[in-house]
């Protein structure tokens, strides 16, 4: 599969993105998605993650209530919504798809990676 990420850019904080992927050679279903993301000279974190075939999804403590991970199966597409984005959510945010069942939630547990796409929020 691969995977394509989208729809990064600067916005101001307590603004909204959302941030897409889009995956081809395969369907979404096949996999567990997440998103990953890297603040420089920083390790790279798990933002939310979805599991294959069920509806569990799991967030870092610090992005719950703010962000949601979703799929749209017709599109082959996973989507990150982020709202009342802060300037500690400045990051390259990665796409990922896992190959085994359960939440991939640590970048070793990730199979396939997208290209990156920057958020940049302004305080």
């Known amino acids: 599969v691969q995977l394509q990420a989208s729809g990064g850019g600067l916005v101001q904080a307590g603004g909204s993105l959302r941030l897409s992927c889009a995956a081809s050679?395969?369907?979404?279903?096949?996999?567990?998605m997440a998103w990953f993301r890297q603040a420089p000279g920083k390790r790279r974190d798990l933002v939310a993650a979805?599991?294959?075939?069920?509806?569990?999804?799991s967030y870092a403590d610090s992005e719950k209530g703010r962000f949601t991970i979703f799929r749209d199966s017709a599109k082959n597409t996973v989507y990150l919504q982020m709202n009342s984005l802060k300037p500690e959510d400045t990051a390259v945010y990665y796409c990922?798809?896992?190959?085994?069942?359960?939440?991939?939630?640590?970048?070793?547990?990730?199979?396939?990676w997208g290209k990156g796409t920057l958020v940049t929020v302004s305080s």
């Open positions: 979805s599991a294959r075939g069920s509806s569990s999804t």
């Open positions: 050679g395969r369907s979404i279903s096949s996999y567990g």
């Open positions: 990922a798809a896992r190959i085994g069942d359960g939440l991939g939630v640590s970048p070793d547990a990730m199979d396939y």
